[in-house]
Nanobody
Framework: QVQPVESGGGLVQAGGSLRLSCLAS????????MGWFRQAPGKEREFVAT????????YYADSVKGRFTISRTNAKNTVYLQMSSLKPEDTAVYYC????????????????????WGQGTQVTVSS
C-alpha cells in the first residue's frame, strides 16, 4: 500500500507563497496518478489539482488555476504543490491522494477515484 504524508503547510500572509510536499511510503508511486484536495472549515473537501504518472498532464480547479502548480519527482516518490499569490480563501487542510493507474495517462478530479490519502497539512492565509 501507498501511504502519502503531506508537509510544508503553515501560516502565510496574503500574496505569499508556500510549497507543499507529499512523500509517499510503502511502494513506488511512479505508476500512480496523484492529486491534491483541500477542506476549509465548514466546507466539503474539494479538488485542487491532479497530475499524471509521467507528469505530462495536469489539471487544476478554476479557483487555483494560474496560481498553483502541481509537479512530481518519481525518483523521490514525492509530489509537490507550489502555491503562489495566496488568498485568505485558500485557507484549508490540504490532502494528498494517490491512485494506481498502471502507467495510463488517466488523472482524476473526484475524491472517490483515489484509494490512498494522507492525513493533511494545514495552510492558513492571513489577510
Amino acid at each position: 500500500q501507498v501511504q502519502p504524508v503531506e508537509s510544508g503547510g503553515g501560516l502565510v500572509q496574503a500574496g505569499g507563497s508556500l510549497r507543499l510536499s507529499c512523500l509517499a511510503s510503502g511502494r513506488s508511486i511512479s505508476s500512480y496518478a496523484m492529486g491534491w484536495f483541500r477542506q476549509a472549515p465548514g466546507k466539503e473537501r474539494e479538488f485542487v489539482a491532479t497530475i499524471s504518472w509521467s507528469g505530462e498532464r495536469a489539471y487544476y480547479a478554476d479557483s487555483v488555476k494560474g496560481r498553483f502548480t502541481i509537479s512530481r519527482t518519481n525518483a523521490k516518490n514525492t509530489v509537490y504543490l507550489q502555491m503562489s499569490s495566496l488568498k485568505p480563501e485558500d485557507t484549508a487542510v490540504y490532502y494528498c491522494a494517490a491512485e494506481n493507474v498502471g502507467y495510463s495517462g488517466q488523472v482524476y478530479t473526484r475524491e472517490r477515484d483515489y484509494d490512498y490519502w494522507g492525513q493533511g497539512t494545514q495552510v492558513t492565509v492571513s489577510s
